[in-house]
């Protein structure tokens, strides 16, 4: 059974601050994916990484896949009241996505 | 361009009924994917179809199923539903897997 652990689970911080979200397994995976879910929607792809120790970066995020395609990060530079919401990591692997936890996310003003 | 549409947006159901969810892709996606969410469970895979063929299948007793049509829209059915069914249905379309997903906005099913 493929597992993805999302670490933390909850983080409370305030603005300006930086973070980090974990995302680990031991499976590989062919992609590794990260969304942002808002309450009542449809998670919302942010990126996908492909290429072991391929980084991404998208304004203050910067998505890192592990040179073994196990593992990834995701990290916020100076967090804002804008970013809070639910992030999910997603590994794929045979047609379906196989889910971390989630890491529920508020920056307080 | 118009994302994926899921219909209903919410449903109420009693115990036992059945229930179809529908869901129409991005034009021009062939692959169609639906995950049930629940606050316990996290978010599940149920299935995934490609050009009206079902390629994987989650771990879900067989009272879930679905299709593809060969306009790439999806339907699932849930046959003799628990109370247990009661969660956030999502449905999503990619061009390929390693692209990416995008989600509709979900079908809100509650049986009481």
């Known amino acids: 059974t493929q597992l993805l652990e999302q670490s933390p689970q909850f983080l409370s911080i305030q603005e300006g601050e930086n973070l980090t979200v974990y995302c680990n397994s031991s499976?590989?995976?062919?992609?590794l994916q990260w969304y942002r879910q808002e309450p009542g929607e449809g998670p919302v792809l942010l990126v996908t990484?492909?290429?072991g120790g391929e980084v991404k970066k998208l304004k203050r995020l910067t998505f890192q896949f592990g040179d073994a395609r196990k593992d990834s990060s995701l990290h916020i530079t100076a967090a804002q009241p804008g970013d809070t919401g639910l992030y999910l990591c997603?590994?794929?692997?045979?047609?379906?996505?196989?889910w971390g936890a989630g890491t529920k996310l508020i920056i307080k003003p | 361009k118009a994302g994926v549409t899921q219909t209903p947006r919410y449903l109420i159901k009693t115990r036992g009924q059945q229930v179809t969810l529908s869901c129409s892709p991005i034009?021009?996606?062939?692959?169609v994917s639906w995950y049930q969410q629940t606050p316990g469970q996290g978010l599940q895979f149920l299935f995934e179809?490609?050009?009206?063929?079902?390629?994987n299948k989650g771990n879900f007793p067989g009272r879930f199923s679905g299709r593809q049509f060969s306009n790439s829209r999806s339907e699932m059915n849930v046959s003799t539903l628990e109370l247990g069914d009661s969660a956030l249905y999502l449905c999503?379309?990619?061009?390929?897997?390693?692209?990416?997903?995008?989600f509709g906005s979900g079908t809100r099913l509650t049986v009481v």
């Open positions: 999503a379309s990619s061009l390929a897997s390693t692209s990416g997903y995008t």
């Open positions: 034009s021009g996606h062939r692959s």
């Open positions: 179809y490609f050009s009206e063929t079902q390629r």
């Open positions: 499976s590989v995976f062919s992609s």
């Open positions: 990484v492909v290429t």
């Open positions: 997603a590994g794929d692997s045979n047609y379906q996505l196989i």
